[in-house]
């Protein structure tokens, strides 16, 4: 039967697509580490779960589209707690950062249009421009430059007459590279320039490093109506599994039309959101805790790393993920060997190949994204067992 060229044209993601070698490993009885995806291993707050478990409505009804009303509440609070100044109008409560993303890509962009992206950026960007059908300009950061943000200049030269917006995360996935101040304030000059968007996805803004504050672009007190914020509550409360995300900007007939969007799926999850209403219950100390748990994961990986021949990895300082160059020709072509032809004490890890983070042709071949949110041991042994694999896979191939 007939399929559509668009879902033909979609590319699977990266950090799942290698579920099938995965299997080959598992079947043998190899235990995969998955470095391959940002699913914290750090527990849930408990007076997050509890709100649910003391859930007593008898129907479980639909949410209004654009969230429930206390956990829009909620959100205006929290957002107000961190020096945002948001009214209920200014946001709508998403299935995840993911539909926030897709929402603002549909809401700024016609058919065709474009958005700039530095790259290398988070991979399933790519599946929501699929959808939307809109096309990704994406602009190199490099490595060697720890993928500082690009230059104005550089983000211009790739401005269009089809150019909406520029995208970015801050803390980024997959660098880990957090922008400053001054580097924002070039975008939101340039975008005012252009009449661009700026969207601006801060999914892991409490998780930065080196006595780095949180910060979010709001922080700038620009013009804020050609901003747009994507937030979720994934990672921030390692409540992945939630998907409960925001679309919030002061561009009141942007919002408008985004509720159309959120009206036509109806609403998210009740549930969720009723967890949602809970958080800011959740101790400080849970993000303080859980903030010194990364950057211990993040010193260990790297220090693991800088121990390995041939590799080379930049120094991320925030979200939980790290670009590594390793020393082979196709980052790919290992990632797949690996699971299915090698373990090391019966161990193997799951990477997810870079190639799609750049979005580039030819760029990103050698390397990997690693996400460091597991336990120090597991991922010094992670890198152990990298080592031991790049070693063999050399001598087969190279
Ligand atoms: C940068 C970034 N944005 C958005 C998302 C989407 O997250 P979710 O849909 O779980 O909120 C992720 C998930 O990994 C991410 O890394």
Redesign the pocket.
């Known amino acids: 039967m007939f399929q559509s060229k668009r879902i033909n044209k979609m590319e699977c993601s990266p950090i799942r697509k290698l579920a099938e070698f995965e299997a080959i490993a598992k079947k043998k009885g190899v235990e995969v580490i998955h470095l391959n995806i940002?699913q914290p291993d750090v527990a849930t707050p408990v007076s997050m779960l509890d709100a649910v478990r003391k859930f007593d409505g008898t129907v479980l009804k639909y949410a209004d589209s654009r969230g429930l009303p206390s956990t829009v509440d909620t959100f205006i609070k929290y957002y107000s707690k961190i020096g945002i100044d948001f009214e209920a109008r200014d946001m709508v409560v998403t299935?995840?950062?993911?539909?926030?993303?897709l929402f603002a890509f549909i809401a700024t962009c016609d058919i065709g249009d474009e958005i700039i992206v530095p790259a290398p950026y988070?991979s399933?960007y790519n599946s929501f421009a699929d959808i939307a059908n809109v096309k990704f300009n994406p602009v190199l950061s490099t490595l060697e430059e720890d993928y500082k943000l690009p230059s104005a200049a550089d983000l211009e030269k790739a401005i269009t007459d089809k150019t909406k917006a520029i995208l970015f995360?801050n803390p980024?996935?997959p660098t880990g590279a957090v922008y400053t101040h001054e580097e924002l304030m070039e975008v939101l000059n340039l975008a005012k320039k252009h009449d661009l968007y700026v969207i601006s996805?801060e999914?892991?803004r409490e998780y930065v490093y080196d006595g780095l504050k949180p910060m979010s672009i709001y922080d700038l007190n620009y013009e804020t109506d050609r901003i747009i914020l994507?937030d979720?509550?994934?990672?921030r409360y390692s409540a992945?599994g939630a998907?409960?995300?925001i679309i919030a900007s002061k561009n009141r007939e942007l919002m408008d039309n985004v509720l159309k969007l959120g009206q036509s799926r109806l609403s998210i999850p009740t549930l969720e959101q009723v967890m949602a209403s809970s958080i800011l219950e959740v101790p400080e100390e849970y993000i303080v805790e859980t903030q010194k748990l990364y950057e211990r994961r993040r010193n260990a990986v790297i220090d693991a790393l800088s121990k390995v021949e041939g590799v080379k990895c930049s120094n991320p300082r925030g979200?939980f993920y790290i670009m590594v160059r390793l020393p082979v020709k196709d980052s790919d072509h290992f990632a797949k060997w690996i699971l299915s032809d090698f373990d090391y004490e019966g161990k193997t890890v799951m990477v997810a190949p870079a190639a799609k983070f750049y979005g580039i042709e030819d760029y990103g071949l050698n390397e990997v994204r690693l996400s460091y949110c597991l336990d120090e041991a597991v991922l010094v042994n992670a890198v152990n067992i990298l080592e031991k694999a790049l070693i063999e896979y050399k001598k087969i191939y190279e």
């Open positions: 940002g299935n995840g950062g993911s539909e926030a993303l988070y399933n995360s980024c996935n996805d999914v892991y994507i979720s509550l994934s990672k992945c998907r409960v995300g979200a």
